[in-house]
């Protein structure tokens, strides 16, 4: 009895610690899942650690958790999730400058511009040397406009036009709009695949830029891999924790250490108050 007690004491406190985070941190996110999987899956390990159920709508208590910034399922790297107040700071964080190493394929495009797509066109590539490719490279850095690819997290009439593709409906293409690109960097040049560091605003399309890149070389060209590396002041090799770290305990350093790289927690008392539940904010950075 006295060893039950102590243990429903210590998933007490466990769950009072989990309640009581708050603010930033970072997760790795792997390909394969969604980025909302992800979180759900974050958010299962946290409650089940703290010893609550999940099971009906026994909870008084609900963790308020979500992210910022969407990867693509075939996509890996940084997640930055909030937790508690710290949903009502992801916003701020989708308009940071975010950082990716993309993997492209010379003469090969997809009708989702990467590698889960079915390949529409096919052209030769030979030509292109990496010369070619370091100054095509030069047209996509600064303030350009770029055209959102038709399967993305993008709405139409409420719905993704990622859905509406997948049921076979006729999309039209979202108008070109603006998008900042701070740096574009040639790393690797090893025909077809060229491998590229890019640092770009919110809103921006790393598959899009794989595939106007094959365009302005007069060949085409899809994306192979994506990782992102960094959002705003958090990097995937200092910041983002594995899934074996999935633990309170880990969450909260994590938290300190993110907390402390933020240029000054915004207050939240003039913010209208979030409704409770799960909170996922999205954004279109793919």
């Not at 429903?8 to 708050?22: E, I, P, T, Y």
Request: charged share 25%; glycine share 10%.
């Amino acid at each position: 009895m006295a060893a039950r007690e102590a243990g429903g004491v210590a998933l007490g406190r466990a769950a009072d610690k989990l309640f009581s985070l708050s603010g930033l941190f970072v997760v790795y996110k792997p390909k394969g899942p969604t980025s909302a999987g992800v979180l759900n899956l974050l958010k299962e390990r946290l409650l089940a650690e703290a010893g609550v159920q999940t099971n009906g709508n026994k909870r008084k208590q609900v963790l308020k958790i979500g992210h910022g910034g969407t990867l693509d399922s075939a996509a890996a790297g940084v997640l930055v999730v909030g937790i508690g107040k710290g949903t009502k700071m992801l916003r701020t964080m989708l308009a940071g400058s975010k950082k990716y190493t993309a993997i492209g394929v010379l003469g090969k495009a997809t009708d989702t511009l990467d590698a889960t797509g079915k390949v529409t066109e096919e052209k030769p590539y030979d030509q292109v040397t990496k010369g070619d490719l370091e100054n095509v490279l030069q047209k996509f850095t600064g303030d350009i406009m770029q055209v959102p690819p038709l399967y993305s997290a993008l709405k139409k009439d409420g719905e993704r036009l990622s859905t509406l593709m997948k049921r076979g409906e006729v999309v039209e293409a979202k108008p070109a709009r603006p998008v900042r690109v701070y740096s574009l960097s040639l790393q690797h040049f090893q025909p077809p695949l060229f491998t590229l560091d890019v640092e770009c605003g919110g809103g921006f399309y790393v598959r899009s830029l794989v595939s106007d890149i094959g365009k302005e070389l007069a060949t085409c060209a899809t994306m192979q891999e994506l990782t992102r590396t960094k959002q705003g002041p958090f990097t995937l090799e200092e910041h983002a924790l594995y899934e074996d770290k999935w633990t309170i305990d880990e969450i909260a350093r994590s938290l300190e250490h993110c907390t402390s790289l933020l240029p000054g927690e915004p207050s939240h008392k003039k913010l209208k108050t979030e409704h409770p539940g799960e909170i996922a904010v999205s954004c279109e950075d793919k």
